[in-house]
């Protein structure tokens, strides 16, 4: 009777289809996110000159072994003169990704120092049911529903990244200099634990106001011209000579320049350039922007470092959204202001399941830390801590996969016991509804 009613049973998600997409190996993932690690090289955007030395990070020489001898998966757990005791890392079915970490830096008298660091890392293989083989245990690993686009609370929402872009918005207004009030929404996107303007982004470009396209309909400017039939003033600063000029057909008809105009008025009030000049300078708000109070050189890493760091090359590639905004993070950022999100997030068709991928995640938090302990020194991070930053302990993934809850024991007797461990909710479809 049993095994009728089930043959019989017709899921009420039968007739959903959900594009898995492919998934790859997880090697595949894991190089993926180590390459990340590379965009310390963007450090060399902010030279103080030709013959300055700034850091790099190169990663080569990969090579995976997916059928390692059990002599290769042990590692050295104490030397005590010539004694060298190992231990084996136990029954696992696992391949070895080894790379090279080729690096540099200046030393104190700003000439190149370079290292390369050779790295092994152990990572687990699936069989074809989809279990993982760890020190002598068959583990599964759950399928987990992955939303790359969600609201996240009043007036926000959230891109999953290396780390989750989380963009929230404030209605505000600002008042000309004769009197017209005009509405927008200030976006902040949050940076660690913080949310920031999301224009403070975007101010050590070479004219921002071009790269984020409300060129002429915004400009900034230190005089009011003969043009008020056209344009409205707006003067953030009372005791500086800094205004923005708003284009007053653009900016009733386009909510956008709306927005920009009121960021503008608010990241100026709050950094007070002294001059149309220091407006206008890369240099000032790279220096400006900075997260570190040391007075070194650059400031340790601009703010624009900090948010170069969130994305990652992974999710960049299955963000559903044109290539020239997922480039590089500020690109990213640009498409969030000028976009408006209507996403049923309970529709299978803005979902995705993925298996590997979300493991790799280990990896790229890792690479997350180690750029934020490079970001705090700048220019000026020396050879030595580097080195030592570039190092990936090799068994990082597997420490990690336990901790994380994303791989369980199997504990059921038969088939019938196994769906009673299974668990769902309505609320989506409530909610939906």
């Known amino acids: 009777m049993i095994k009728y009613c089930i043959q019989n049973m017709k899921s009420p998600m039968g007739d959903i289809k959900v594009d898995l997409g492919t998934d790859y190996p997880l090697w595949m993932y894991v190089k993926k996110a180590i390459q990340d690690i590379e965009v310390i090289n963007e450090l060399g955007l902010y030279r103080i000159d030709d013959s300055s030395v700034t850091p790099f990070i190169h990663v080569i020489n990969w090579k995976w072994n997916p059928h390692p001898s059990a002599e290769e998966i042990q590692h050295r757990r104490r030397e005590t003169g010539d004694k060298v005791l190992t231990k084996s890392i136990g029954d696992y079915r696992l391949g070895i990704l ?139 600063l009372e005791d500086v000579e800094i205004y923005i000029k708003a284009h007053k057909e653009g900016c009733e008809k386009f909510k956008y320049v709306r927005s920009i105009l009121v960021m503008a008025c608010d990241i100026i009030r709050k950094h007070h350039p002294d001059t149309i000049d220091e407006l206008h300078s890369s240099r000032w708000w790279i220096y400006k922007l900075s997260y570190y109070e040391n007075i070194v050189e650059h400031r340790g890493a601009c703010a624009e470092m900090h948010v170069a760091r969130m994305l990652d090359t992974i999710s960049a590639q299955i963000l559903p959204i044109p290539d020239i905004d997922k480039r590089i993070m500020i690109s990213l950022l640009k498409y969030c202001l000028q976009t408006e999100f209507d996403v049923n997030i309970f529709s299978y068709e803005n979902k995705r399941l993925r298996h590997n991928e979300i493991l790799s995640t280990i990896v790229t938090a890792e690479v997350s830390a180690k750029l934020k302990s490079m970001f705090k020194y700048g220019m000026l991070i020396k050879l030595k801590d580097m080195s030592q930053l570039v190092k990936f302990n090799p068994d990082l993934v597997l420490k990690k996969m336990h901790s994380l809850g994303t791989i369980h024991t199997a504990e059921f007797s038969n088939d019938l016991d196994y769906c009673q461990s299974l668990r769902y909710t309505l609320k989506g479809q409530l909610t939906a509804a």
Do not use: W
């Open 98 to 236: 080894e790379f090279d970490v080729l690096c540099g830096a200046r030393d104190k008298n700003k000439a190149l120092e370079m290292d390369c660091v050779h790295n092994k890392m152990y990572i687990p293989i699936e069989d074809d049911q989809g279990r993982y083989l760890l020190d002598n245990i068959h583990y599964s690993d759950y399928q987990l529903v992955d939303k790359l686009l969600y609201p996240s609370g009043q007036n926000s929402i959230t891109l999953k990244s290396l780390l989750p872009i989380k963009i929230k918005y404030e209605e505000t207004h600002e008042t000309s200099v004769d009197g017209y009030m005009i509405s927008g929404d200030i976006g902040f996107v949050q940076i660690f634990t913080t949310m920031e303007s999301i224009l403070a982004c975007f101010m050590h470009i070479p004219s921002p106001l071009c790269y984020l396209g409300v060129y002429p309909l915004l400009q900034f400017c230190d005089k009011v011209l003969d043009d008020k039939e056209t344009y409205h003033y707006f003067k953030p």
